[in-house]
Nanobody
Framework: QVQVVESGGDLVQAGGSLRLSCVVSGSIGSIKAMGWYRQAPGAQRESIAV????????YLDSVKFRFTIFRKNVAPNTVYLQMNNLQPDDTAVYYC??????????????WGQGTQVTVSS
């Protein structure tokens, strides 16, 4: 079994910054990719930043140069999303996704419960 837990969401003023964290634990064989998604009220969930196990990153155009996804070598099962210059349009529930091969060799996509980010104008 694999667990994904996000944290770091908060209320922040426009122009402010937040850092989200996502920790993956459980029966992990290898992590193939980790990413951040968000879903605003009435909207579909969208991918905003993804990092592969090789370190390749992809970003939604609207967050490029403001958001950074990264992992630290000392904590390879944790992925972060540094968000700078936040704007009201960034208000959403942010979800972490992990694409994993578990210890039995099974591939799967695992989601966290989400963390709320609210940006006030």
């Amino acid at each position: 079994q694999v667990q994904v837990v996000e944290s770091g969401g908060d209320l922040v003023q426009a122009g402010g910054s937040l850092r989200l964290s996502c920790v993956v634990s459980g029966s992990i064989g290898s992590i193939k990719a980790m990413g951040w998604y968000r879903q605003a009220p009435g909207a579909q969930r969208e991918s905003i930043a993804v990092m592969t196990d090789g370190g390749t990153t992809n970003y939604l155009d609207s967050v490029k140069f403001r958001f950074t996804i990264f992992r630290k070598n000392v904590a390879p099962n944790t992925v972060y999303l540094q968000m700078n210059n936040l704007q009201p349009d960034d208000t959403a529930v942010y979800y972490c996704n992990a694409r994993i091969v578990d210890t039995s060799g099974k591939w799967g996509d695992y989601w966290g419960q989400g963390t709320q980010v609210t940006v006030s104008s």
